[in-house]
């Protein structure tokens, strides 16, 4: 795997050349946009006030994580099993996905309050569909050959799942780990937006309403950051895991 | 041991084969010959359990019974290994899924890994062998079935010719020195002259029993003796006479 992604980079460098160049050039104010050196700057130097709004999000977003993969895995599971559930559930699992999050976010704060939950909850709309319906797919990927050679051995749903079904699922789960890594941080952010004390979002709200774009912007590439590290994460857990993979 | 007493399957309204009886001795080895195509691994999906039968019915010891999958091993072209388990793990898969004591499959699997020339690569991957060895470890995974009739879907025909003769061999093995009842599936004349006590010529669809040959020749036999060359002569004239019969 290469450690850096050359094209990627020079991507990025490129447009913050022009970025950088375009708000020099135009003389644009700070407060309306700030160019990429003020922001890392601020970034940087503003970390101290930036961190725990960060570690807020971070734990809202990884919770939110914990119980997408906890909820998602027994459901996809049963709805493997029994296919009438998978009837049952699909409608809401797609619901889930079309009803804006902002539309839900006031709601789920005047339910669960400005704390954690209701911004953990926000991740977990997000979160749970891709894993849980990549991990059906994967289960149902499973090569019937393979489970002619399992029924024969006459082996149990239980021997099936944790022997055959569950490895086979394994890179698609992880490709929905990684789609729900990604977007995990909108659901925490839209929560902050909509009532809350702490967080990314919360210091962006503040910093918009004080001029402060710089921050704005800082709380962002923190936020980029954060989920590009645990995107990351994810694709270093996954190698580690399925370590098969890369031998086939 | 074992008697197929007028099963019939339909595929979208044709028969693949109707009212086909077979009868298998203990300990002997039969081979269906045939051209590809016919319906010989349809009868043996049938048999096992994978689809239902449309009519006839089994008996397995005189006792009539629903299908083999508890009876017969079976072991087909693709060696099925799972990639994520070492060649030792694959061949335990059938003593982990019918809960049989871990040691002593262990030590059954240790002795066939070096009955069949595998010792030393028991923590091997699948990918890490060539496909003579992936075989062996099949062979050895269908041994641990325990079953007493063994079913081979072409178990050979995926290999090349060299790695094909050496692994003929160990086929006989299953029967002289393993004791196991053998039903083969094959289109390879050459093969079945080798190994068969009991060649079953198949037709083309409705797939029907068009010949049975018996040879007593000893083995392990060769391919200039005069006996088998005879019976060769025969059965290609029959599978020629077959297809002159299709094509008008």
Known sequence: ??????????????????????VRLLSLPVFILPPPSRIIWT?????????PHALVTFSEILLGLGLAVATAIPLSI??????????????????????????????????????????????????????????????????????????LMGASFFNTLT?????????????????????????????????????????????????????????????????????????????????????? | MLEVCSVTKYYQGQAVFSKLDLTVGQGRFHVLLGP??????????????VFPLDGGRLLWKGEPLADLRLHAAYMQQKDLLLPWFSLLDNALLPAKTSGRDMKAAKDEACRLFERLGLKGYESHGAHQVSGGMRQRCALVR??????????????????????RQSLQSLLLMLQTEFKKTILMITHDIEEALLLADEIHLMSARPMAVSRHYVLSSPKPRKFNDPDLMAVKAQVLDQLEGGLSRESH
Not at chain 1, 100 to 116: I, K, T
Not at chain 1, 187 to 199: C, M, N, T
């Open chain 1, 1 to 22: 795997m290469n450690r850096i992604n050359f094209p990627a980079a020079l991507l990025v460098a490129l447009i913050l050349g022009a970025w950088e160049a375009g």
């Open chain 1, 43 to 51: 970034a940087l130097v503003r970390a101290p006030d930036i961190f």
């Open chain 1, 78 to 151: 049963a709805m493997f099993a029994k296919p009438s559930l998978e009837k049952a559930f699909s409608p809401f699992l797609v619901a889930s996905q079309a009803i804006p999050v902002f539309a839900l976010a006031p709601l789920l704060v005047v339910w669960l309050g400005y704390g954690m939950a209701s911004k953990v909850f926000m991740a977990w709309i997000i979160i749970f569909f891709p894993i849980s319906v990549s991990l059906l797919e994967g289960f149902k990927s499973c090569d019937p050959e393979f489970r002619v050679l399992f029924r």
């Open chain 1, 163 to 248: 022997l055959l079904y569950w490895p086979w699922a394994l890179p698609r789960f992880f490709a929905g780990l990684r789609v729900g890594v990604g977007v995990a941080g909108i659901g925490a952010v839209i929560g902050e937006w909509v009532g809350a004390q702490k967080g990314l979002g919360f210091l962006m709200i503040q910093s918009n309403a004080r001029l402060q774009t710089d921050l704005v912007f800082a709380a962002i590439l923190w936020l980029t950051a954060m989920g590009l590290a645990l995107w990351h994460f994810t694709g270093i857990l996954e190698t580690i895991i399925i370590k098969w993979k890369k031998e086939i």
């Open chain 2, 36 to 49: 590809s195509g016919c319906g010989k691994s349809t009868l043996f999906d049938g048999l096992t359990g």
């Open chain 2, 142 to 163: 269908t041994l641990m079935f325990d079953r007493d009739l063994v079913l081979l879907d072409e178990p050979l025909s995926a290999l090349d010719a060299i790695t």
